[in-house]
């Protein structure tokens, strides 16, 4: 069993940052692939970043390239997204996910199908 919790969310100004984390317990990195989500009132859930299970191959939304960083700290077990320049269209809960690594993974790590455990989800909160 996988256990997921995030942490780090708030509340900031437009152009702040802020750094989440994701806690995954009984996630074996090796074996799973890994991701961020976000889903703000009245929208669908969106994939943010994604890292491969080899911990070299991470992917972002075009909306977040260059702003959000994806990483993993293997020895901590836990799994973080840098959040750069943040806009307050950026506002929404974020959800760390883990899941397989269907192939071709480039082009389905933003599906929320492939993650099987889900956090419960942390707050950002962006003000113009």
């Known amino acids: 069993q996988v256990s997921l919790v995030e942490s780090g969310g708030g509340s900031v100004q437009a152009g702040g940052s802020l750094k989440l984390s994701c806690a995954a317990a009984?996630?074996?990195?090796?074996?799973?692939?890994m991701a961020w989500f976000r889903q703000a009132p009245g929208k669908e859930r969106e994939g943010v970043a994604a890292?491969?299970?080899?911990?070299?191959?991470?992917y972002y939304a075009d909306s977040v390239k260059g702003r959000f960083t994806i990483s993993q700290d293997r020895a901590k077990d836990t799994l973080s997204l840098q959040l750069n320049r943040l806009s307050p269209d950026d506002t929404a809960m974020y959800y760390c996910?883990?899941?397989?690594?269907?192939?071709?993974?480039?082009?389905?790590?933003?599906?929320?199908?492939?993650?099987?455990?889900w956090g419960q989800g942390t707050q950002v909160t962006v003000s113009s």
């Open positions: 996910a883990a899941g397989g690594c269907p192939f071709p993974y480039d082009l389905r790590w933003n599906r929320s199908s492939v993650y099987h455990y």
């Open positions: 009984g996630a074996t990195y090796k074996k799973y692939c």
């Open positions: 890292i491969y299970s080899d911990g070299d191959n991470k």
